[in-house]
């Protein structure tokens, strides 16, 4: 990977004359208002690309940046005051014709600061890295799964949105899967012990018997009467004795034969009763044993569709694993617009995870100059500082910063060593 080897500054911003040497990781210390944004803004205009007159110095005509690669290539931008232009020399002395797309396949992404990756909110640090690692889930692989398309390829949050509503149904399958099943236990509960005898026609009989006796007891009745009446008219003329005993057989008849009948219409009555108290129970048996097969179905349909969803949710898994593994950063993705690394938030890491994995998806989007410019570097101190530095040497990337240190003057250190950056700081362009 390219790195750049040197920097020279004239009349940029509060910069009036500058040149300097960068290390790997590069630290521009000084106090405020000696020139160490200026420095950085100086450098960043090469990438920037169009044309800024306020990067003018005030009072200057003209003025450049210029940096060496390490390859012997030099790229300088000179600014007046109507124009900036752009000319790039190869290390084999040969101009770059097209500049502009040049610097641009040279350092994509350039202007990427880590420290402002960690200190955005978590929506938008949750974009930037979708957009850096745009991995897709495509409408066949989630059809495959699940049955049904979404109209696009959706990104890392738009699945763990999908996986979300295939777990939600299988939870709402799980609680009816369970009323059902406690349902269906009372139902069991409430079941008589079987009984196979034909009340119904049991029934009938009883009542044909009940109302065959009560006819019998009217015939009785109106025969008994009838014969009572003949005999008391063929008597009239007979002795008043003779009738009174022919009344008095009459009624002891009546009242003996009606007695034996309503004993047995008693028993009768008593019978039916029972026989339809049985009948009853039997048809409360049938709807019971209806609505147990009825429940019965329908737990054996969320029992299915309770497994179904869980085949999906684990083949959703599978396939989630299978593409983030594939992934320039395993283990990272984005579950509901927030950042996870294997599973835990971004904010939970430790502070040297949180740096390591900001320059992992810096690699995700620079070019061929692994450079980086940080800026609001002051709110690192003590652990911080030295966590954030552990990360940039690993990194891979060149790294320039700037550090406020009241009271020194401007000055440079790269990989451990410290010099004068010998700047000559003048009043600066218009620009804040």
Same mark, same amino acid.
């Given at each position: ?25 590069? %630290?521009?210390?000084? +106090? ?8 950085? #803004? ?36 000179? %600014?007046?005051? &109507? ?85 939600? &149904? ?8 369970? !009323? ?7 139902? /069991? ?22 109302? !065959? ?15 009572? #009446?003949?005999? /008391? ?76 969803? !869980?085949? =999906? ?8 694993? +299978? ?28 502070? =040297? ?38 990360? +940039? ?12 240190? +009241? ?12 010099? =004068? ?12």
């Amino acid at each position: 990977m390219l790195r750049i080897e040197s920097v020279e500054i004239k009349n940029i911003k509060g910069i009036a004359s500058a040149t300097f040497g960068l290390g790997t990781l590069t %630290v521009i210390r000084g +106090a405020n208002g000696t020139g160490k944004t200026s420095i950085l #803004d100086s450098i960043a205009t090469i990438f920037d690309g169009g044309h800024d007159p306020e990067l003018l110095r005030k009072g200057a005509v003209r003025g450049h940046v210029q940096i060496t690669l390490s390859n012997g290539t030099t790229i300088k931008k000179s %600014v007046t005051e &109507k124009a900036s232009t752009l000319d790039i020399t190869t290390g084999d002395g040969l101009k770059v014709t097209k500049p502009a797309t040049f610097v641009q396949q040279l350092a994509t992404g350039f202007a990427y600061d880590p420290i402002a990756f960690l200190e955005a909110d978590s929506k938008k640090r949750a974009q930037f890295l979708l957009e850096a690692m745009p991995i897709e889930f495509l409408p066949k692989e989630i059809e495959a799964i699940t049955g049904t398309a979404p109209a696009r390829p959706v990104d890392i949050d738009g699945f763990a949105q999908i996986r979300q509503a295939v777990y939600d &149904k299988r939870r709402d399958a799980n609680v009816v899967q369970r !009323d059902i099943g406690a349902t269906l236990t009372t139902l /069991r509960e409430s079941l008589p012990p079987g009984d196979e005898q034909d009340w119904p026609a049991i029934v009938q009989g009883w009542r044909t018997a009940q109302a !065959d006796l009560r006819a019998r007891l009217n015939a009785l009745q109106v025969a008994i009467k009838t014969e009572a #009446d003949a005999q /008391r008219a063929e008597a009239k003329a007979a002795y008043e004795t003779e009738l009174r005993k022919i009344e008095a057989k009459a009624a002891t008849a009546l009242s003996e034969q009606t007695a034996e009948t309503q004993a047995e219409l008693q028993t009768v009555a008593s019978e039916l009763a029972t026989a339809e108290a049985a009948l009853d129970a039997q048809r409360r048996a049938a709807n019971l044993r209806t609505q147990i097969a009825d429940y019965s179905k329908r737990l054996d349909g969320k029992l299915m569709e309770s497994m179904r969803l !869980d085949e =999906q949710l684990k083949a959703l898994d599978e396939l989630k694993t +299978a593409k983030l593994s594939e992934a320039a950063i395993p283990g990272v993705e984005v579950v509901n617009g927030k950042i996870l690394v294997d599973g835990i938030p971004l904010d939970q890491l430790n502070t =040297q995870r949180q740096y390591e994995l900001a320059f992992q998806i810096c690699t995700l989007k620079c070019g061929e100059l692994g450079f980086l410019i940080c800026d609001r570097i002051e709110s690192l101190v003590g652990v911080n500082w030295e966590d954030f530095k552990a990360a +940039a040497a690993e990194s891979g990337f060149q790294i320039i910063l700037a550090r406020a240190e +009241a009271g020194e003057g401007l000055c440079l250190e790269a990989d451990g060593e410290v010099v =004068q950056i010998g700047a000559q700081v003048g009043e600066k362009g218009g620009r804040k």
